[in-house]
């Protein structure tokens, strides 16, 4: 399956249990590590991301979250399972890279959108009624 966009695919992955990290090595020679808590945040399911503008589920409360496991989607990305439960993120390669490049960005982003909620990283999750979605 040819790649369709400009980001490398990784050439190798690990999961760092005891640090709660992704690595994720690429043929350039760099490698990333991206924290567990920050993909399950960034996850981009619809149960995170809604199903349009919007519709976002701010993530707290996943601060020691783990990923119990991966699987392989296809050639094009993974879906990491988290202890929480949550294990509908399909990561692209794309998506991993993005993720990769703008960590810093995307994080103080959610860190930014915790503290205009009023609420703290560690806080529980409120479930949200309102939602019509029969998968949440």
């Not at 202890?83 to 990769?100: A, K, R, V």
Request: charged share 20%.
């Amino acid at each position: 399956m040819a790649q369709t966009n400009k980001a490398p695919l990784p050439i190798n992955i690990a999961v760092h249990q005891q640090s709660k990290f992704l690595e994720l090595a690429y043929p350039d020679g760099k490698s990333y590590q991206l924290p567990f808590e920050f993909l399950r945040v960034w996850s981009p399911s619809a149960e995170v991301r809604g199903h349009g503008i919007g519709q976002e589920t701010l993530q707290t409360g996943k601060r020691h979250v783990v990923i119990s496991n991966i699987e392989q989607v296809g050639h094009y990305a993974i879906k990491p399972i988290f202890d929480d439960g949550h294990d509908s993120g399909i990561f692209s390669w794309e998506y991993l890279y993005e993720m990769c490049l703008n960590y810093d960005e995307m994080w103080q982003d959610y860190l930014d959108r915790l503290l205009a909620a009023g609420v703290d990283r560690d806080a529980s999750m409120v479930k949200d009624s309102g939602h019509s979605c029969s998968s949440h």
